[in-house]
T-cell receptor
Framework: QKEVEQNSGPLSVPEGAIASLNCTYSDRVSQSFFWYRQYSGKSPELIMSIYSNGDKEDGRFTAQLNKASQYVSLLIRDSQPSDSATYLCAVNRGTSYGKLTFGQGTILTVHP | SQTIHQWPATLVQPVGSPLSLECTVEGTSNPNLYWYRQAAGRGLQLLFYSVGIGQISSEVPQNLSASRPQDRQFILSSKKLLLSDSGFYLC?????????????FGDGTRLSIL
């Protein structure tokens, strides 16, 4: 079992729709969770951090965390073609150094 | 605000040649520093991390090495490059205070080995 699993996609949604990206993790002691966006040929960019169960909203993005189910998701409302990218889920055990374990990423395509 | 600089942006090297990639962080002190490699179409592989000057931990055995000669400087090196060393190399930092900090990436170096 991979430590952090994501559906590789591609996930295709029409412009204006809600894109739902999912991630599961295997380490129950994980404490912090991050979503990164990576455009083709570019470096990952942090878009959301979440540390406690529930929802966290930032603009069009909502991160959802359920530690009991070991599940974290990212919702993108009113999806735009500019949201087309690979989305990486990353998990941190909370050690003194921030070792992140990344999923393989989900490719999202938003078509006009 | 904090910024991270990584250079060069692209590099083409022959097999067997040496390598030196440099990364510097500005606007923060005592950061944790990381080197990752991303092969084409693959996820991010952590190569090295450092929690302080001169402190280097390796995650995977390989012919690469890392050094941290100054607080905000991180260098990735190799004496002899292999074809399998091709990839997208990313430097990252976090605030280094008690874990749970998000990492922030530099623009990366795309390395091609011929």
């Amino acid at each position: 079992q991979k430590e952090v699993e994501q559906n590789s996609g591609p996930l295709s949604v029409p412009e204006g729709a809600i894109a739902s990206l999912n991630c599961t993790y295997s380490d129950r002691v994980s404490q912090s969770f991050f979503w990164y966006r990576q455009y083709s040929g570019k470096s990952p960019e942090l878009i959301m951090s979440i540390y406690s169960n529930g929802d966290k909203e930032d603009g069009r993005f909502t991160a959802q965390l359920n530690k009991a189910s070991q599940y974290v998701s990212l919702l993108i409302r009113d999806s735009q073609p500019s949201d087309s990218a690979t989305y990486l889920c990353a998990v941190n055990r909370g050690t003194s150094y921030g070792k992140l374990t990344f999923g393989q990423g989900t490719i999202l395509t938003v078509h006009p | 605000s904090q910024t991270i600089h990584q250079w060069p942006a692209t590099l083409v090297q022959p097999v067997g040649s040496p390598l030196s990639l440099e990364c510097t962080v500005e606007g923060t002190s005592n950061p944790n520093l990381y080197w990752y490699r991303q092969a084409a179409g693959r996820g991010l592989q952590l190569l090295f991390y450092s929690v302080g000057i001169g402190q280097i931990s390796s995650e995977v055995p390989q012919n690469l090495s890392a050094s941290r000669p100054q607080d905000r400087q991180f260098i990735l090196s190799s004496k002899k490059l292999l074809l399998s060393d091709s990839g997208f190399y990313l430097c990252a930092w976090d605030r280094g205070r008690g874990g749970n900090q998000p990492q922030h990436f530099g623009d990366g170096t795309r390395l091609s080995i011929l």
